[in-house]
Antibody, heavy 117, light 109 residues
Framework: QVQLVQSGSELKKPGASVKVSCKAS????????TNWVRQAPGQGLEWVGW????????TYAQGFAGRFVFSLDTSVSTAYLQIAGLEAEDTAIYYC??????????WGQGTLVTVSS | QAVVTQEPSLTLSPGETVTLTCGSS?????????PCWFQQKPGQAPTTLIY???NKESWTPARFSGSLLGGKAALTLSGAQPEDEADYYC?????????FGGGTKLTVL
């Protein structure tokens, strides 16, 4: 069963950076991509993009290229989302999500990133 | 970029049946869009109900089912329970690009 465990909540000042981790278990990490999804307060779900966990190649959704960077540490089955130059509008819960065909769609528990001075 | 549309809100009474739909601005939804349905209750992370159009997770109650209906993906809830009150999101994949619907707020009262 797909299990994704994310790092804890973060409080950052505008202009700072944050790195969110997502540790996978229950499947072969490098066989299926890790997606990232954002949910701003009171809003719906928004796809940020995905990273090919075999090659490390990232794909960013429209509006997320530049300050958002995906990375991996395959030795510990972990994906990372780093956001640079944080803005108040980046305040949201960030989820990692993985689809394992014929097995299901796993979600991390979410990481709340709060940007406030 | 494609736009995925859902009913903004639906209300039903316990025991009733409801169908939520998920349409695509690009045309008919097919199994190739790998439709998924997620349930989200206040303060909780989304949980997967349906993936790949019709497949259920091990925890998905039997009263939920997924299908394609009239060119859209559909989530049918047969015999609603009070605990089914939640937000429901559909997800369509367009050659690896994901697009979420705006969500349906389902009220059971």
């Amino acid at each position: 069963q797909v299990q994704l465990v994310q790092s804890g909540s973060e409080l950052k000042k505008p202009g700072a950076s944050v790195k969110v981790s997502c540790k996978a278990s229950g499947y072969t990490f490098t066989s299926y991509p890790t997606n990232w999804v954002r949910q701003a307060p009171g809003q719906g779900l928004e796809w940020v993009g995905w990273i090919n966990t075999n090659t490390g190649n990232p794909t960013y959704a429209q509006g997320f290229a530049g300050r958002f960077v995906f990375s991996l540490d395959t030795s510990v089955s972990t994906a990372y989302l780093q956001i640079a130059g944080l803005e108040a509008e980046d305040t949201a819960i960030y989820y990692c999500v993985t689809v394992v065909p014929n097995s299901g769609v796993g979600w991390g528990q979410g990481t709340l990133v709060t940007v406030s001075s | 970029q494609a736009v995925v549309t859902q009913e903004p809100s639906l209300t039903l009474s316990p025991g009733e049946t409801v169908t939520l739909t998920c349409g695509s601005s690009t045309g008919a939804v097919t199994s190739g869009h790998y439709p998924c349905w997620f349930q989200q209750k206040p303060g909780q992370a989304p949980t997967t109900l349906i993936y790949g159009t019709i497949n259920k997770e091990s925890w998905t109650p039997a009263r939920f089912s997924g299908s394609l209906l009239g060119g859209k993906a559909a989530l049918t809830l047969s015999g609603a329970q009070p605990e089914d009150e939640a937000d429901y999101y559909c997800l369509l994949s367009y050659s690896g690009t994901w697009v979420f619907g705006g969500g349906t707020k389902l009220t059971v009262l």
